[in-house]
Structures are given as C-alpha cells and as structure tokens.
C-alpha cells in the first residue's frame, strides 16, 4: 500500500475520515469480547483443612478440580503457582508471545553437557511450561492427538491394570465434545469422540491453501492422507484436530475450571507455590502442604488426599523436596529421607524436534496491508491468521515399515512466508540457536519461503532426568534431557529424517523448485547434505524440543521401577497421588495435552472410586470406627 506512513492529501469535508475513525474504534472495542472475570483468588485460613488439596491448575489439575468438586460433600483446595491468563493466550497466534515471559512460563532451560546443543546459546534447549491457570493448556500450541492404541497397550501390559486401551478412550471420550460440523457428517468419525464432555476439539478457523499442498505431497511419498488422524490411529498424514474453537483457545481452566469457579466447596488459591508435601512421618501419610502466597506462608490441610498434578518438572523436584525420591540423592541436598524412591525424577522422556529447511518459491512476502487486514478479520468475525496456530495445520505420522500400524516419526510444518519478519525470533529466541545457525537462514529467506519440516521421534529409547540443585524450594531443578544419549535413536531419527526430505521430489515441491537446505554449523558442514552423516551431526546439535516432557513420576506395580502405582497412588506413601505427565511409562506417539487429558480424567475417576467405596464400607458397617483415611489406604 503506497500511502502507508504518509499523510492524506486529498481534500475532505470530514465524513470519510469519521466513519473510516469509527470502524477502526468500532473493531477495536470488539477485543473486549475476549475477556473473561479473572477467578476469584479463595481467602483461606492458615491451618484450614480440606478434604482434597491439588497442587496445579494445569492440563490434569484443572480435570481434577472439577471432577472432584462435583462432589458436594467433599471440599476441595486448588493451589496455583501462576496468575489467570492474559488475552494473548486465548488469541491462538500469540502463544510463543508467552514464552520467556517469567509470570507466565517457567522458562527452564536444559542442562548443557559439553556434546549436544553445541549450536544452541547456553548450549542448552529451552523448555517452557505454563505457570498460570490451565498450565500448559494455555500456553500450548493447541494441537489435539490422542496417541495410538498400542502405547496404551503397552503401559496395560506393564502392570499397569487401570489403564487398558477401552478405558484410556473412554476417558478420552468423556473430555471431549467433538464440534467439527464436517466431520460429524462421518459416522465412523463422530462415534471415534465423545460429544457431551467440557474440552472443546474442532479444526482451527483456518484459510491455510499452501497446507494443503503439502498434505497432497506427503500422500504422494506415501504418507496417506487420512480425514482424521485420531480416528486412523495416528498413521498418515492430515489437518490436525485442535483444541480451539471459534478462533479462541480452549485451555483446561476455560473447558473444567471456568464452569464451576462459583461452587461453594472449590477454593481456588493463584499466585500460590507449593514448597512442601507435609508427610507424618511414622504413619507416612500426607496430611497437607506448605505454601507461599506473595509474603504469607501456610500450612493446609487435606483430610482426604493431597494430589500433585504440578506437570512433568515441578512434580518430582516437589516429591523430591518432601523426602520422597532417591536416598543418596536427598541426602547429598540436606533433606531427610521420607521414602527412598528412586524412580522420582528419572524415566525422562521427551519428543525432539529438528527443523529441516526445504526453501521453495511460494509463498511470497506478505504485504504490511495483509498482516494489518489479518487482525481486522479476527477481530471481525475471529478466522484469518491470528485465529491459526503459527504451526500449520497438518500433520505427518509415518514408519520405516510402510505396513506398520505404529508410528516411528511425526512432522509438524512451519510455512515461513518469504522474508518472514518472525522468523529470527522462532530460531533465535525459542528454538535458542545461536547467530551462526540463525543468520544464514534469515538470509535465504529474503528470496526463498520455507517449508520448514518440524521431524520428531515419536518413542525414543534414550531417557533422561531430573534432579535438585539444592533444598530451596525456588532453586529450578537441573533437567539432562539427554537426547540421543541411545545410539538407536540416532540411527533412527536420521532414517526418518531421510525420508521426510524426499518430499522435495513430488509435484508440488518440485513446482515451486524446492530444494533442501543446509543448517549452517561449522561441524557438520563438513558432510554432504543429506548424508546420515550430516542428520547425526544436526540432530545432536541442533534438536530441541517439542515441549513433550513426561515420565518422571512414572507409573508401575514395583516400587523400585516407578513412582506410583496404577492408581497412580505414590509408593510407599499414604493419602498421595500424582496425576499429570508424570505418571506415563512411556511416551505416546504425539502431542501430549490430549493423552494428559485422559489421565487427568481416569485419576480422578480412581479417586472418586475409592473414596466411594470407602464410604460404601463405612455405611454397610463393615467397619464401625470413624473410618481414618490413614487406615483405609493401608488397609486397602
Ligand atoms: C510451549 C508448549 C507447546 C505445547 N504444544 C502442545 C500441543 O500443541 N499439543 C499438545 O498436545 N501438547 C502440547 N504441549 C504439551 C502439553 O501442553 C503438556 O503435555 C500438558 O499441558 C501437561 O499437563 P500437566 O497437567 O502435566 O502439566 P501443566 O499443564 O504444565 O500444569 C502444571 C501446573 O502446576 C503448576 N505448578 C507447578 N509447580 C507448582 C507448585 N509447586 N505450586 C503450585 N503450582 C505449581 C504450574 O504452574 C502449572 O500450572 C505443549 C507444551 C508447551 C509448554
């Protein structure tokens, strides 16, 4: 647009410029109807006790507090370290505008080991995590994908007899309420979800074309188009299903915890960090925690049950910090030992991701009018750009074995428009690269757009772990991602690296004379591109992460290979659960909100089941005693 930046010159009698002011002050006052009542932050007594304390408003915490309050008889504390969001959360584009942010992101960093990440600043990944109501649900990316039945299978099979394939997709089914009117109109789709539960799943309000070129290449390489890609187990290729709706996020607060804030037996505390599990020590009960609001400390109580859903990071370090984790280790930090547990910050797992550039002819710049038309529109009627994720939305799940019916490999897609203004902060500030990898990028996008295939490992056999800097409760734990430190997931990440760069040899990429580009570090510059060479020296160096951690508190029939039982009831303790991305044995084959979901749904269905038939007992009289809970889950 030639008149950007200059004055009108035209002549007026001031009816044009008034009614141009008044649309633009008209669409501005519409982002108001974005905003929502913050929650109401709970008043509460030191000593005050209630039945159940959750600690984390997240992805799993928000499921529990809802399910558990629906209880009328039971009282019910919610305990948040974060504040409620702000209006960026909900507008889908603005998520990575969160991260970094210390009131809203944890912000952790990986520890550097001196062999990987060399190419990253600190040598390190960033890996960030909600710290605000809804968790990581609100700062996610929003993808929706439910995993595939043999990962379920798999934990089933390892002792863990709460978790059958049936009943993790009946859980699944029970958070969702499916709205993609489309893809109602298929029978075998719309019976795969569930229609009455809180979480909203659609499609994104997206206007996305280049997509769906893509998705047209990946099926031409092999990688089947599917219409939907929970229905089909996760193998192939197509639009993602999201958790937003209407161009709004759908976090886990605004799908549980939003609907029942006003329920008289739900205290909410924000602002709120937990620092310790308060345990008796020769009963090994939990009995409540300790928390730190602003410069107030309290103790509060749980009579019940005190449950930690505080995600894959902050729940072993709280465990940790309240005696409950490896001896050796929590002597070495000055804590004593309430239970040796020694799987508690280990299991680490995690999803890679590398980015593999494939430049291409189209898409071209977008014009300044373009983007400013992007934010009229959503505010207009809530589609365009901001209502998309920055991710496209497709994606690929794909094996070596063209015949399996489990997935090795994922790929998210970024479509970087040419000389992309945005692209020095995805490279450089979130996927923490340092000016050597990020300049000669930067550069071939002022001519070329990118394609930039996201490759990630779906079940590595590497693990890694999470252990205390020290017993102060605001030290941040030291994470070893420990990427690759299996030389299998090597062999195999190059090897689905390798198949995902022959999508430069299908019509599409071939139109837009799409070629691969090189990632520029001076270690790997030595190889040939795309040689398996190559791939190893730029997975090792240059993989970050697509913020999947999970396995830390893992879940087992033996106390010394995991954490918690298979009802996700701490070993060796009485009266605590934990309930989050902790507790999976192993990775599931994707994204992972929807698959906590499901856990978040199952654990507090184990909650209700026991409390229930504990009271069932105490009123058919088989025990005349007050029934102590102390009692009951040692006698259980
Ligand atoms: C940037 C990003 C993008 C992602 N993209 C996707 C995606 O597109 N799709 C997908 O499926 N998954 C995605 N994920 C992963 C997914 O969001 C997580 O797996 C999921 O939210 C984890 O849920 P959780 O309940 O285990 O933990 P969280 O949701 O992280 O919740 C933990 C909560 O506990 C609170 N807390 C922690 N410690 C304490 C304490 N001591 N006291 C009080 N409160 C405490 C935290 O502040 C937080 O609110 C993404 C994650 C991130 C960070």
């Not at 410029?17 to 519409?30: E, G, N, R, V």
């Not at 970094?100 to 520890?111: I, L, R, S, V």
């Not at 924000?270 to 310790?276: A, D, E, I, R």
């Not at 930067?442 to 990630?456: D, G, L, R, S, T």
């Amino acid at each position: 647009m030639q008149c950007y930046n200059s004055t009108c010159l035209s002549p007026t009698i001031g009816v044009a410029p008034q009614i141009f002011a008044s649309a633009l002050q008209f669409f501005a006052a519409t982002q108001c109807l974005l905003s929502e009542k913050p929650v109401p932050d709970a008043d509460v007594r030191n000593l005050e006790k209630f039945d159940f304390i959750i600690v984390g408003a997240g992805t799993a915490g928000s499921i529990l507090a809802n399910r558990l309050s629906a209880i009328n008889d039971w009282s019910v504390l919610l305990i948040e370290a974060g504040d409620d969001e702000p209006v960026e959360a909900k507008i889908p584009v603005l998520n990575s505008a969160l991260l970094k942010n210390k009131k809203y992101d944890w912000a952790y960093q990986t520890a550097p080991n001196g062999k990987n990440n060399l190419a990253n600043k600190n040598e390190s990944v960033n890996w960030p995590r909600g710290k605000i109501l809804g968790g990581s649900s609100n700062l996610n990316a929003m993808i929706y994908v439910q995993g595939n039945d043999e990962d379920y299978k798999n934990w089933y099979d390892a002792g863990n007899k709460e978790w059958s394939v049936e009943e993790v997709r009946r859980c699944f089914r029970k958070a969702e309420s499916f709205q993609d009117m489309k893809a109602l109109e298929n029978p075998v789709i719309s019976n795969h979800y569930g229609h009455n539960g809180p979480l909203i799943i659609n499609t994104f309000n997206s206007t996305y074309g280049y997509s769906k070129k893509v998705l047209c290449a990946w099926d031409e390489m092999g990688i089947r188009n599917v219409e939907d890609l929970n229905e089909a187990n996760v193998m192939g290729s197509g639009i993602m299903r999201a958790t937003a709706a209407d161009g709004i996020r759908q976090s886990h607060n605004r799908a549980y915890l939003n609907p029942v804030v006003t329920r008289k037996n739900l205290k909410i505390m924000k602002n709120s960090f937990v620092t310790k599990i308060l345990i008796k020590n020769l009963s090994k009960t939990a009995y409540g925690v300790e928390v730190r609001r602003k410069t107030r400390k309290y103790r509060l109580l749980a009579g019940k049950e005190v449950i930690i859903s505080a995600g894959a990071i902050n729940s072993p370090q709280l465990l940790m910090l309240s005696g409950i984790g490896p001896r050796e280790h929590l002597r070495a930090k000055g804590i004593s030992v309430v239970v040796d547990s020694p799987m508690v910050g280990q299991n680490l797992q995690d999803h890679i991701l590398l980015p593999i550039p494939i430049y291409g002819d189209e898409p071209g710049e977008k014009s300044v009018a373009d983007q400013q038309f992007a934010v009229i529109q959503y505010l207009y009627n809530r589609t365009g750009s901001l209502a998309e994720n920055r991710v496209a939305n497709v994606l690929a799940f794909y094996s070596e074995n063209k015949n399996a019916t489990y997935p090795d490999f994922q790929s998210h897609l970024h479509i970087i428009w040419k000389n992309d203004s945005n692209l020095r902060n995805l490279l450089g500030n979130i996927y923490n690269y340092k000016d050597q990898v990020v300049n000669p990028i930067v550069k071939m996008n002022q001519k070329h757009a990118i394609y930039m295939h996201a490759f990630n490992l779906l079940h590595p056999h590497s693990k890694g772990n999470i252990s205390l800097v020290s017993n102060d409760p605001y030290d941040y734990p030291i994470i070893h991602n420990n990427y690759f430190s299996d030389p299998r997931d090597l062999e195999s990440a190059v090897t689905g690296i390798k198949m995902l760069t022959k999508v430069v040899n299908t019509t599409y990429f071939r139109s837009v004379r799409a070629f691969l580009g090189r990632m520029e570090w001076p270690a790997c510059n030595v190889y040939e591109l795309d040689s398996r060479e190559y791939w190893k020296c730029v997975s090792v160096n240059m993989s970050v992460t697509v913020y999947h951690p999970v396995g830390t508190c893992m879940m087992g029939p033996d106390p010394t290979t995991s954490v918690v039982s298979s009802r996700l009831k701490v070993h060796g303790v009485n009266s605590l659960r934990v309930i989050d991305a902790s507790i999976m044995p192993n990775i599931t084959s994707g994204n992972t909100n929807g698959p906590v979901t499901a856990i978040g749904e199952r654990g507090a269905e184990l909650v209700i089941e026991d409390h229930m038939r504990a009271s069932e007992s105490r009123n058919i009289g088989e025990r005349n005693a007050e029934l102590d809970i102390e009692d009951y889950t040692i006698n259980k």
